[in-house]
């Protein structure tokens, strides 16, 4: 863990300076998602205060209770690009289609975001995030191409990262040369470099799924949740459990201590829960870039050809090891690949 006092912007500043090409808009891109995430952490932690706690009595497109926190969390994130002239259209998890930013035709770039991960832990005190992707445009100057440069496979991506709200608030972020995470200082009002080049432990001890639907689950996946809870020292089993109902908060952990994360498909999602555009995608990305694995449990995440903007899929992301047994058993029963 670094104790350096760098910031946020001067990191993304001195990174554009390796890459003599750079304009600085992406740059400011990443600033601006620092910027918003300062304003949700701010709300956020007050929320109980101001009434921005409980439910807006609607649903979002994709058929999940709105909280008033996911409301306001939409339209931060809209409100700090819009006008900047660097996104062309905006994806997120609480607007049923691409929004396209008027005046910014030539923008060269699309944020696709999950504004407000976990909000229903929003009203227990419990982590929460932000979720965010950046693809840059094929067809620049082309209103009628916008849902083809959104609906690009994850390995189009060109930064990703997310924000957790938590006992502290942490902004994680790659951009294909190294993953950085920065804890904001609310003294400071900055968020400072805390996690140089962060990697992801080849295995772990944990793993994060709600077990509830264990019986909804494939048979072959039955069997790996008996065997990561065998106890077995050689191989370091019985795994622990930990589940947040945030999936920021576990991958988090996840990239940090090891394990891996899961949410296959089950009686009531055949095709999984999560959102592959604005949560899979991304998270996967980071995931990939500091060394770790994510697939849907037969293919990779990045390799994954949306088809609509609001896709699910199912997804397993942490360390390499970990997530490549869990693909084994889906595939065998067994721990071997076979």
């Known amino acids: 863990m670094s104790t350096k006092a760098i910031t946020l912007s001067r990191h993304v500043l001195e990174d554009e300076k390796l890459h003599p090409e750079a304009t600085g808009e992406f740059s400011t891109l990443l600033i601006q998602i620092g910027y918003a995430a300062k304003l949700l952490a701010r709300e956020i932690s007050r929320a109980a205060l101001i009434g921005k706690l409980g439910l807006v009595g609607e649903k979002n497109p994709t058929g999940d209770a709105q909280k008033k926190l996911d409301v306001y969390a939409n339209d931060t994130v809209i409100d700090a690009f819009v006008g900047t002239g660097l996104v062309a259209a905006i994806v997120s998890e609480e607007m049923e289609h691409i929004k396209t930013v008027e005046g910014s035709e030539d923008a ?21 995030g932000t979720i965010f992707g950046i693809y840059r445009r094929n067809h620049i100057g082309s209103a009628s191409n916008l849902t083809k440069d959104v609906l690009r496979k994850g390995k189009d991506l060109v930064a990703a990262g997310y924000v957790m709200y938590s006992t ?38 944990y793993y994060s799924a709600n077990v509830a639907r264990t019986p909804e689950w494939h048979p072959n996946l039955q069997k790996y949740i008996s065997y990561v ?34 949410y296959p498909d089950d009686t009531g999602h055949k095709n999984g829960k999560l959102r592959l555009v604005y949560e899979c ?4 990305f980071l995931v990939e870039a500091a060394g770790g694995r994510a697939s849907t449990g037969s293919e990779r995440i990045l390799d994954v050809q949306p088809t609509d ?30």
């Open 281 to 284: 995608a991304p998270l996967a």
């Open 108 to 128: 060269k770039y699309i944020l696709c975001t999950d504004p407000l991960d976990g909000s229903s832990n929003t009203d227990i005190n419990g982590s929460i």
């Open 168 to 205: 502290s608030t942490v902004l994680v972020y790659a951009c294909g040369h190294g993953v950085f995470g920065f804890t904001l200082d609310r003294e400071v009002g900055e968020f400072l470099l805390s996690h140089d080049n962060i990697r992801c432990p080849g295995r772990g001890h």
């Open 309 to 338: 903007i609001h896709q699910r899929v199912p997804f397993v992301v942490g360390s390499p090891h970990d997530v490549q047994l869990y693909e084994n058993f889906l595939r065998t029963g067994t721990p071997s690949p076979i």
């Open 229 to 262: 809870n065998e106890r077995d020292p050689h191989t370091g089993r019985p795994y622990s459990l930990r589940y947040t109902g945030a999936l920021v908060a576990d991958v988090h952990r996840s990239l940090i201590e090891g394990g891996l994360y899961f």
